[in-house]
């Protein structure tokens, strides 16, 4: 069963901040919500994550809703070298977890 | 900083054949895991192991064995390729955030792009 549920497919213009949601209606209380991408194939690259309150890094920012059941990935001022599958992911960080992946969202910047 | 190095970058193999693929980190990570991903889908665990000398099953063991050879090294064999393994491979690695048993976020290589004709 998928923990996570996101849009195959998302444009943005170069600039503009690009805003990737994802829903997670059954997270649990010990999961997180993770995010990642995957440039062209490369390896997937870690972005932000976040557990109830909202974070931000030199990548992106995280909004989280207050019941936690769904999410917002933020990148404010989106490049042509953003374009990339990204990939919304709940889980624990409690000892071993292993990340599950889905299929995730497209996000193509365009000119 | 090289993070996760795998190696090889490509492969062509034949149906039967044995290959290994190999898995560097140098970032003294404890836990280690491998993935396959196959055309339009996310990836998926083959195994994973969460210390030196511990390795345990993941999604997708089938068909492949793996070795923690060392706190750096983690190696993934396939005894007898079969197509249905043709796919692009990616080792990662995490540690834990210190003084605590919370797992920091992976680190993922660039891939092995494996074909088995």
């Known amino acids: 069963d998928a923990k996570t549920t996101q849009p195959p497919s998302m444009d943005c213009a170069e600039g503009r901040a690009a805003n990737l949601p994802c829903n997670h209606s059954t997270i649990s209380g010990n999961e997180y919500v993770y995010w990642y991408r995957q440039i062209h194939s490369q390896g997937p690259q870690y972005i932000i994550h976040?557990?109830?309150n909202n974070e931000t890094n030199e990548m992106a920012s995280l909004i989280i809703t207050e019941d936690r059941k769904s999410s917002t990935l933020i990148l404010p001022h989106a490049t042509l070298r953003d374009t990339a599958v990204y990939y919304c992911i709940v889980q624990s960080n409690f000892g071993n977890e292993k990340l599950t992946f889905g299929t995730g969202t497209r996000l193509t910047i365009i000119p | 900083n090289a993070g996760v190095t795998q190696t090889p970058k490509f492969q062509v193999l034949k149906t039967g054949q044995s290959m290994t693929l190999q898995c560097a980190q140098d970032?003294?990570?404890?836990?280690m895991y491998w993935y396959r991903q196959d055309p339009g889908m996310g990836l998926r665990l083959i195994y994973y192991?969460?210390?030196?000398?511990?390795?345990d099953k993941g999604e997708v063991p089938n068909g492949y064995n793996v070795s923690r050879l060392n706190k750096r090294e983690f190696s993934l064999r396939l005894e007898s390729a079969a197509p249905s393994q043709t796919s692009v491979y990616f080792c990662?690695?995490?540690?834990?955030?210190?003084?605590?048993?919370?797992?920091?976020?992976?680190?993922f290589g660039d891939g092995t792009r494996l074909s088995i004709l």
């Open positions: 976040g557990l109830k």
């Open positions: 990662a690695s995490s540690g834990h955030v210190p003084f605590s048993i919370f797992q920091e976020p992976q680190h």
């Open positions: 192991s969460a210390s030196e000398g511990t390795t």
């Open positions: 970032m003294n990570h404890n836990s």
